[in-house]
Each structure stands twice: as structure tokens, then as C-alpha cells.
């Protein structure tokens, strides 16, 4: 099969042909239809994340998914050979750039019926990290206001609808034709970066969801209201700032989690909750597509169709 491989730390990725791996009793392998970027896989090449996800090399990139089941180990017994699914795998495992993956049984979830399985890969890091930052750690409540950095990010994009999902105010950051894309997503009012200032703009917000980190999240703890909270996805937050601002700050350290994953699905499946695409390129395009990535100027998911 052919796969999306670097051979060390900050290697260029390489298109390489490498063996289809074998399956373990309680994992399945997956012919992959497509995958979706995340900044974590720029994190990953570059060996920022080997302290929380050590890997072996050669590696292949990769985590989000959406494919076919292929083959089932003994002990797979729920899934069969031709169920279309979606997934994402332990980012120290990798392989989801690939032509098939491996992937444990219960990572799995069944895709949407409502949405191609192209663009069904591009579910599960971004609406999965938006979910679990909103509705597990901020109990996201009605008539709460909502701050949504990068809002036509991979992140921030689906924040966006769950937020509002929820019954909160949402305000969202964001640039050039991502000025009217957050608009359209839902953002009761939307701040243009490069051109004014968020912390003169609002006051006494609830919750911040920050997926930039530096300055952005430096400026984003005087924007909230005593006892407010601060998500961070891209960096761990400052502690002694919150504190000083008698805030919460907490770092967002996503985890795969096929329960979530499946309510997610549910929310797409209602017509509740939409992908926003930045392009879509073949396997023989990853390599300029991860650059893209690493740009930070994608808006929505980049989709690598297999």
C-alpha cells in the first residue's frame, strides 16, 4: 500500500510504499476512503508532542479517518467487512494517511448516513476537541456568551455550531473570507484580527475556546468575567494569570473517545452540525497539503482523499 511516512523528527513526509499490516484479535483493518489534517499531525512531524506520544520510525502520519472495513479479528465480532465508518487512532500509532489502517474495534464508530464518507473523515479531532472543551469540561449552558478563536479553523468551526447548539451567544475571530464563512456557521458577532482588537471589543465572557495560544491567549483571560473559562488547545495556559484574573484555565488535551465520537455523528446525521471544507486533494497532493496545514491559513478541515 502506499502511505504518508517521515523517518525522523522534522523529515520531510515522503509517499512510500510499505507493507499492509496485520490485524490483532480485537482490531480491524480499514481501507481508508479519506482523511483530515490537524495542526496535532504538524505537531507530531516536527517531535513537538514525543513526550506525550512517543513513535517509532519510519511513521505514518495520520489520525482522523473514514473508510471501509476490510478484515476483522477474532474478537471484533460487532463489526463486518464492508461497514463504512469513521475513526480516530492514538496519535503515538499514527497510520491513518495510508491505504488501510489498523484500528481497535472499539475506536470505531458507524459514519453518517446523511454525508459522504469523504468528508465524514473530517469529524473527529475538530468537532471531537470542540465537544469535549464545551460540553465536558465548560458545561456549556443556554444564555452563556461564548468567545471562539480562529472561528473558521478546524476547531473553531464546529465550536461554533455547538456553541450555538447550546443555546450560548457566540463571538468569533477570524480574517478575510473567514469573516463571512463564521457568519454563516452562527456567530452572533464576529471580530476581524488583523484589523481590531477582541479585548476592546468584548467584556464579561463565560467561556474563551482558544486554539492559538501566544498573544491571542495572553490577551483572552481579561476578556472574561470573574470565574469564567479559558480552553486552550494549542498551548497549556498560564496559571498565574487565570489567577490573577480569578479565572479557570485549562489545557484541552484531546482523547479519542468513540461515545462522543457517535454523539457527534448524531448532531451531523440531525442536519446540526455541518463541516466546513478548506480543499480536498488526492494522496499524491499530502505532501503539499501538509504544508498547508502547518501554514495555520487553512480554513476548515484539509481533506486527503485516498
Known amino acids: 500500500m502506499k502511505a504518508l511516512r517521515i523517518r525522523g523528527y522534522n523529515a520531510a513526509p515522503v509517499i512510500e510504499d510499505v507493507d499492509i499490516p496485520e490485524i490483532g484479535p480485537s482490531e480491524v483493518l480499514v481501507r481508508v476512503t479519506a482523511t483530515s489534517l490537524n495542526p496535532l499531525d504538524v505537531k507530531m512531524q516536527l517531535g513537538y508532542m514525543d513526550a506525550f506520544f512517543p513513535v517509532s520510525f519510519p511513521y505514518i502520519l495520520g ?101 450555538r447548539s447550546a443555546g450560548a451567544r ?33 467584556s464579561d465572557v463565560d467561556v474563551v475556546l482558544d486554539p492559538i495560544g501566544g498573544e491571542t491567549q495572553q490577551a483572552s483571560y481579561g476578556v472574561l468575567r470573574t470565574g469564567g473559562r479559558l480552553l ?35 448532531r451531523v446525521d440531525e442536519g446540526a452540525l455541518k463541516i466546513l471544507v478548506d480543499s480536498q486533494v488526492p494522496l499524491a497532493g499530502a505532501v503539499k497539503a501538509f504544508e498547508h496545514q502547518g501554514s495555520g491559513r487553512a480554513k476548515g478541515k484539509i481533506i486527503v482523499s485516498i
Open 63 to 163: 489520525t482522523d479517518l473514514a473508510g471501509t472495513i476490510e478484515r476483522t479479528g477474532s474478537r471484533a465480532t460487532h463489526w463486518r467487512s464492508g461497514d463504512e465508518v469513521i475513526a480516530r487512532v492514538d496519535p503515538g500509532s499514527g497510520g491513518a494517511l495510508a491505504e488501510f489502517v489498523i484500528v481497535p474495534s472499539d475506536y470505531l464508530v458507524r459514519a453518517p448516513s446523511s454525508i459522504s464518507l469523504t468528508d465524514a473523515a473530517g469529524l473527529a479531532t475538530g468537532a471531537g476537541t470542540a465537544w469535549q472543551a464545551l460540553h465536558e469540561m465548560a458545561d456549556l449552558r443556554p444564555g452563556q456568551t461564548v468567545l471562539v478563536h480562529a472561528g473558521a479553523g478546524g476547531v473553531g468551526s464546529f465550536a461554533i455550531q455547538l456553541a
Open 170 to 202: 457566540v463571538i468569533a475571530t477570524a480574517s478575510g473570507a473567514g469573516l463571512d464563512m463564521v457568519r454563516r456557521l452562527g456567530a452572533d458577532q464576529v471580530i476581524d484580527y488583523r484589523n481590531e482588537n477582541f479585548a476592546e471589543k468584548v
Open 232 to 266: 486552550a488547545t494549542a498551548s497549556p495556559p498560564d496559571g498565574a494569570l487565570a489567577k490573577a484574573h480569578n479565572v479557570t484555565a485549562t489545557f484541552v488535551f484531546h482523547s479519542s473517545d468513540a461515545s462522543r465520537l457517535a454523539k457527534i455523528v448524531k
